[in-house]
Nanobody
């Protein structure tokens, strides 16, 4: 399975960006997530959406980010509002079920202060 992420860019603090990830196969039965990694830090889970649409967020983005999925289009989006400089990172799309994981190529989000 291939994942193609898009939508990163440069934005001022307080602004918004929407990331999108398109999968090359059906995502219906998979957990879909967005992770991020900043220089010198470990990759962390930002948001995840289960096949039944249950959502989980890391505490630092709760109330600002929203993850959504469109099973008909095989896409998962991450709407990011009220962005902060500490949100600056490379964001990766992830597909998972059991021991199967697939990663997108990453898209850079830079938030200027």
């Amino acid at each position: 399975v291939q994942l193609q992420a898009s939508g990163g860019g440069l934005v001022q603090a307080g602004g918004s960006l929407r990331l999108s990830c398109a999968a090359s196969r059906s995502i219906t039965s998979f957990f879909m997530g967005w992770y991020r990694q900043s220089p010198g830090k470990q990759r962390e889970l930002v948001a995840r959406i289960a096949p039944n649409n249950v959502r989980d967020y890391v505490d630092s983005v709760k109330g600002r980010f929203t993850i959504s999925r469109d099973n008909a289009k095989n896409t998962v989006d991450l709407q990011m509002n009220r962005l902060k400089p500490q949100d600056t990172a490379v964001y990766y799309c992830n597909l998972a079920r059991g021991g199967l994981h697939a990663w997108g190529q990453g898209t850079l989000v830079t938030v200027s202060s």
